[in-house]
């Protein structure tokens, strides 16, 4: 990693991958690099499945059990964030929500997160959300598919804890169209870094 050595006591974010993509996709080394420029270590870590090779997610149970891991290996350092992009962030959201976590999180991060399938707004993955008791950020494109930013705002007033950026153009990993972007990604890991870096 290139740049000044993180500080010792720096803030620790253990960062899920999303389900189609591991730690290695330029996005995840994209996240790692940016934040950590602005203070934060990021811990990535694969999933088992995608760890051997295989494209369908493990069980909610397995990929439960990988975060804790990671999240235990991580522990020792600056205070501790939870997140990920999409399926990540969800299921770091499903340990929070049944205190899974130890120590416990300073807060929850999201990039991207999948309130429900594309075209199924029916099948929503909120239910747990009410029993996290940590404070959450919730970065969601105005393009993303898995969860539009009325569906989103809703979602966010109903949780006390929760907070919203809408990033404009950006799709479920926070990019807008090349002919219109704006440094939507970069928008979102700014925020992400300023919010983290204000609970520290």
């Known amino acids: 990693m290139a740049g000044e050595p993180l500080a010792a006591d720096a803030p620790v974010l253990v960062f899920g991958h999303g389900a189609g993509a591991g730690v290695n996709h330029p996005w995840m080394i994209r996240i790692v690099a940016d934040l950590a420029t602005r203070g934060i270590r990021v811990v990535t870590f694969n999933f088992p499945y995608m760890e051997a090779g ?26 501790m964030f939870a997140g990920g992009k999409s399926m990540g962030g969800r299921i770091a959201s499903q340990v929070a929500a049944r205190q899974g976590f130890d120590p416990a999180p300073a807060g929850l991060v999201f990039f991207g997160y999948p309130l429900h399938p594309p075209g199924k707004p029916g099948q929503r993955r909120d239910r747990h959300l009410p029993q996290i008791a940590a404070p959450m950020l919730f970065l969601q494109g105005t393009r993303d598919p898995f969860g539009s930013p009325d569906e989103m705002r809703a979602l966010t007033a109903s949780l006390s804890t929760a907070t919203l950026e809408i990033i404009d153009g950006g799709d479920h990993s926070l990019v807008a169209p090349k002919r219109q972007d704006s440094g939507s990604l970069a928008r979102a890991i700014d925020l992400a870094s300023a919010w983290i870096l204000s609970r520290t």
């Open 54 to 79: 295989r494209h369908v997610p493990d069980p909610p149970r397995v990929l439960e059990a990988a975060f804790e891991a990671a999240w235990k290996a991580a522990a020792g350092g600056g205070r």
